[in-house]
């Protein structure tokens, strides 16, 4: 099967990597899969034109600056044609969006589809590895500002990785961000006020977990206008609803205490002692390796 046609000014990419597979579309540019002609090894192919993303460059320049094991490498950059070409770290089991939905099963009796979560061992560990994730990020003062499960893949050695940095920023520790970026309903409540820390990243965290928990996406209460919705989003976080489907309260203490209101909402570090993950996560109170 003949390559994909390349795309304008990428032919710089092309003359050293052969083009496998097209991974993904997103807002701001296409992802392929490639293989480097000499060595034969694989990675990812990020194509972002200017025009669709200003915070191109800044991306670059934050993952130059990270390297730790929790993050998606960077490899080569190629800037021609009005885009940057990013060639990244392969992670080819997909991203937890599609790990969400892999679990989703036809009930026993009524076939009616469920969402079956991972034991909480394996709920906590993906938490646990993101956590320690993030935590490494704020230490060196750069908060991400988009973490959902669209931008958390997994390699084939089962470790989980935050990726897209493209709205991810340096911060002060003794200044507020104020800039109003992120995805709803994953953006804390304070950075629609635009002032807020890099514990917005926790509040995402929060979301995210709940997602991995229970297979759907929360929604603050005072966010919704139907009141329908709103009985909705406060039955997702009832005791009954975590105690139903085998998750028990530890599980939504810990959900709630990554989402509450600042400054209740600790950060990385003090969320990586909570109760819930020092009892069910076999790395708690590992050393973090960067």
């Given at each position: 099967m003949p390559s994909p046609a390349p795309p304008f000014g990428s032919q710089a990419v092309l003359d050293e990597y052969t083009v496998l597979k097209v991974l993904g579309a997103g807002k701001f540019g296409e992802v392929n899969e490639v293989k480097h002609k000499e060595t034969k090894k694989r990675f990812a192919w990020k194509r972002v034109k200017f025009e669709n993303d200003p915070h191109c460059e800044a991306e670059v320049q934050?993952?130059?600056?990270?390297?730790?094991?929790?993050?998606v490498g960077i490899y080569q950059v190629f800037s021609q044609g009005g885009a940057l070409d990013l060639i990244l770290e392969l992670c080819s089991r997909g991203d937890m969006q599609?790990?969400?939905?892999?679990?989703?099963?036809?009930?026993p009796m009524t076939g009616k589809k469920m969402y079956v979560p991972p034991v909480l061992e394996t709920i906590a560990d993906i938490t646990q590895?993101?956590?320690?994730?993030?935590?490494?990020?704020h230490e060196n003062c750069v908060a991400h500002r988009d973490i959902k499960p669209e931008n958390v893949l997994?390699?084939?050695?089962?470790?989980?990785?935050?990726?897209?940095?493209?709205?991810?920023t340096t911060f002060d520790p003794n200044e507020y961000m104020a800039e109003h970026v992120g995805t709803t309903p994953f953006k804390a409540p304070?950075?629609?006020?635009?002032?807020?820390t890099e514990k917005c990243d926790i509040y995402s965290m929060g979301i995210l977990f709940i997602a991995l928990a229970t297979g759907k996406r929360y929604w603050r209460p005072e966010s919704l206008e139907d009141e329908e919705d709103k009985l909705v989003a406060e039955e997702l976080l009832s005791e009954k609803?975590?105690?139903?489907?085998?998750?028990?309260?530890p599980a939504l203490d810990f959900a709630k205490y990554m989402i509450s209101l600042e400054p209740e909402r600790g950060s990385a570090e003090e969320a990586l002692k909570h109760p819930f993950l020092m009892q069910y996560s076999s790395q708690a109170g590992c050393c973090t390796i960067s």
């Open positions: 934050v993952l130059k600056q990270l390297k730790h094991h929790g993050v599609q790990f969400i939905e892999s679990k989703v099963e036809p009930a590895q993101l956590l320690a994730t993030v935590s490494f990020l997994l390699t084939s050695r089962t470790q989980w990785k935050l990726a897209d940095f493209n709205l991810a304070e950075v629609e006020d635009m002032k807020y609803t975590w105690k139903d489907a085998e998750l028990g309260k």
